[in-house]
């Protein structure tokens, strides 16, 4: 199972807003609305910030959002502040009823 | 509240057997899926399987199948995960994580993590 597909890196200014994408394949992200995404900032263990593709869990600031079209999954940040730099990972349930994760996603607040 | 306390770190040698744990409380221990998760040095995460402790119905990952073994003890509420025969490549952190519903694809409570050295 090869992992989802994430830019290596993005970065924004405060206040701007920024995507982060997750692309899959039919066997996994194109066929589940089982995609969620976590923040880690270093040295820290991952936390969910989105589940099911764009719910997200109580606590976890409406600036972060998650949509999906076909094989590919978005994260999107808006109004971006300094405590969101960190890395971001997406997950997706398969067909072979395992999960993958992303590569991950260094995002710089500039 | 839900914790997930994970085993200290733990420094082998190639060659050596190795049983960490992660200590579930503040929820039903026995209801929910439980994974772990691996993350080399620098690296991203890797899902490595899960377990449902009630009836220790295992899945395991097609990277890690055969090389380490996911177990739980239900009446002490502490899941594990074992090697046989540690290899260098085996270093990494070590995350247990869960999910208190039924869909086991999403972690929302995960341990502070495991770090295993390995090395000659």
């Known amino acids: 199972q090869s992992a989802l597909t994430q830019p290596p890196s993005v970065s924004g200014s405060p206040g701007q807003s920024v995507t982060i994408s997750c692309t899959g394949t039919?066997?996994?992200?194109?066929?589940?609305?089982?995609v969620s995404w976590y923040q880690q900032p270093p040295g820290t263990a991952p936390k969910l910030m989105i589940y099911?593709?764009?719910y997200r869990p109580s606590g976890v600031p409406d600036r972060f959002s998650g949509s999906k079209s076909g094989n590919t999954a978005s994260l999107t940040i808006s109004g971006l502040q300094a405590e969101d730099e960190a890395e971001y990972y997406c997950s997706s349930y398969t067909s072979r009823s395992t999960l993958v994760f992303g590569g991950g996603t260094k995002l710089t607040v500039l | 509240e839900v914790q997930l306390v994970q085993s200290g770190a733990e420094v082998k040698k190639p060659g050596e057997s190795l049983k960490i744990s992660c200590k579930g409380s503040?929820?039903?221990?026995?209801?929910?899926?439980l994974g772990w998760v691996r993350q080399m040095p620098g690296k991203g995460l890797e899902w490595m399987g899960i377990?449902?402790?009630?009836?220790?119905?295992?899945r395991y990952s097609p990277s890690f199948q055969g090389q380490v073994t996911i177990s739980a003890d239900k009446s002490i509420s502490t899941a594990y995960l074992q090697w046989s025969s540690l290899k260098a490549s085996d270093t990494a952190m070590y995350y247990c994580?869960?999910?208190?519903?039924?869909?086991?694809?999403?972690?929302?409570?995960w341990g502070q993590g495991t770090l295993v050295a390995v090395s000659s």
């Open positions: 377990i449902y402790p009630g009836d220790s119905d295992t």
């Open positions: 994580a869960t999910r208190t519903s039924s869909d086991w694809w999403t972690f929302d409570y």
């Open positions: 503040g929820y039903s221990f026995t209801t929910y899926w």
């Open positions: 039919s066997s996994d992200v194109g066929s589940y609305n089982r």
């Open positions: 099911e593709v764009s």
